[in-house]
């Protein structure tokens, strides 16, 4: 653990913030209480967050040598919350909370809406600290753990979840259900029964439909409307055709409603096309890029995409061994894996040679605000696996306001 400690002048005392590196509870708690302040759900992190802040924040006073937390503070510290890029929105008409959240798609997209986040769990280190960074807010850990599900509150209306696609093992049934038990979908299952959230909002790689045979999303839709008693609208849509972003991405959408706090479900509709006026331009950057990011003309490469990168007005891809061009000139799905050199590398042909995609126009290949979006001093490659995992914002949002319209 590594003790990062400051101190910090206002209202005419010191005060000495103390921060632990790794005790993600501590901070989680304490920035989530910061978060919901102003609202009934302060009350579920109160007691704990007044512990943490009177270990974290100090007041000195050396001639008494008192100790102390005092309401300055907390004020203090909810000023520095507001200061964030993207702070909870003024008079919310709703609550959701974020899991498995990356770093902040769905959230983004239902604060633009007017949605307030109560509640956000992402393990990864590096995406927390984009997470943090643009919101002000620590996430919390590992979801699986019962300790993590326990800080989740009560009365919010969406549950969001990018959650990770895995197969499940079929080791008998329950009157009809197949087990999730061993996958993460498990755990938004016990949440889900838990807290009965009015909706459901999930997303996933488009190979869920064929995943193991077609079983993994069979058993996920009968989850959550023969148990759970939510009512199912799965959809596959494409960035390109539904959000007026150029990239070429599909992801396949799950919204459930609760049918007995939402009777009018059958009023939901996804997203109709809209026409896509962006191209590749409204989103790469100008002028010439970091050195790093060309491809010298010695490399074991340079030959064969010299002879097949010829156009500026389209993104290619690097595909192992060969250049594959996006003929539709948008760019090619994103991935996780864009960042490590080997595959599924997206190109362009710019004014100064041929190069990689800087980390930032693949935040903006997904819709991300980047005159605003904070990137943290962290590994291009850690980047690129955020970028290539993130959801499609403008996507999410067209669909939450599908959603709002039919619960508010």
């Not at 989850?223 to 990239?247: F, M």
């Not at 959408?253 to 049918?259: G, L, M, N, S």
């Not at 002028?287 to 340079?302: E, T, V």
């Not at 042909?349 to 997904?366: H, N, S, V």
Request: with cysteine; net charge neutral; aromatic share 12%.
């Amino acid at each position: 653990m590594k003790e990062q400690i400051s101190i910090e002048d206002f209202d005419e005392k010191k005060y000495k913030i103390r921060t632990i590196e790794g005790e993600d509870n501590k901070k989680a708690v304490v920035s989530h209480y910061l978060h919901n302040y102003n609202n009934e759900i302060k009350d579920h992190y109160e007691e704990e967050a007044i512990t943490y802040l009177h270990e974290i924040v100090e007041y000195k006073n050396e001639e008494e040598n008192l100790d102390i937390v005092s309401e300055s503070a907390v004020q203090y510290l909810l000023h520095e919350v507001e200061k964030y890029p993207f702070p909870t929105p003024q008079n919310p008409s709703f609550k959701f909370i974020d899991l498995f959240a990356g770093i902040g798609g769905f959230r983004i997209a239902l604060q633009n809406i007017g949605g307030e986040c109560v509640y956000t769990s992402e393990w990864n280190a590096d995406s927390q600290k984009t997470y943090q960074a643009n919101f002000g807010q620590f996430p919390f850990g590992d979801i699986t753990k019962k300790s993590t599900k326990n800080y989740i509150p009560n009365n919010f209306e969406i549950l969001c979840a990018g959650f990770p696609c895995q197969a499940f093992s079929i080791a008998g049934n329950r009157k009809g259900f197949q087990d999730t038990r061993g996958t993460l979908f498990f755990d938004l299952e016990k949440i889900i029964e838990t807290k009965k959230p009015k909706v459901v909002f999930l997303e996933n790689v488009k190979n869920l439909v064929s995943h193991d045979k077609g079983k993994t999303l069979k058993v996920i839709l009968e989850i959550l409307e023969k148990k759970l008693g939510y009512k199912a609208y799965p959809k596959i849509l494409n960035s390109s055709t539904h959000a007026n972003v150029p990239q070429n991405r599909e992801r396949i959408f799950i919204v459930a409603f609760d049918t007995e706090q939402v009777p009018n479900h059958g009023d939901f509709k996804f997203p109709e096309p809209i026409p896509l006026s962006k191209t590749i331009h409204d989103v790469l950057e100008k002028g010439k890029q970091a050195d790093h990011l060309y491809y010298k003309k010695d490399h074991q490469y340079y030959p064969e995409l010299e002879k097949t990168m010829t156009s500026k007005d389209t993104i290619y891809q690097w595909r192992r061994v060969y250049v594959r061009e996006n003929k539709s000139q948008v760019c090619p799905t994103l991935t996780a894996n864009m960042g490590t050199g080997g595959h599924n590398v997206p190109l362009i042909l710019d004014d100064f040679g041929i190069r990689k995609l800087t980390p930032k126009e693949c935040f903006a290949f997904q819709g991300y605000p980047m005159d605003k979006f904070i990137l943290p001093n962290i590994a291009n490659s850690k980047l690129y696996m955020q970028a290539g995992n993130s959801v499609t914002t403008p996507l999410i949002e067209r669909i939450a306001q599908n959603i709002i319209e039919v619960i508010v």
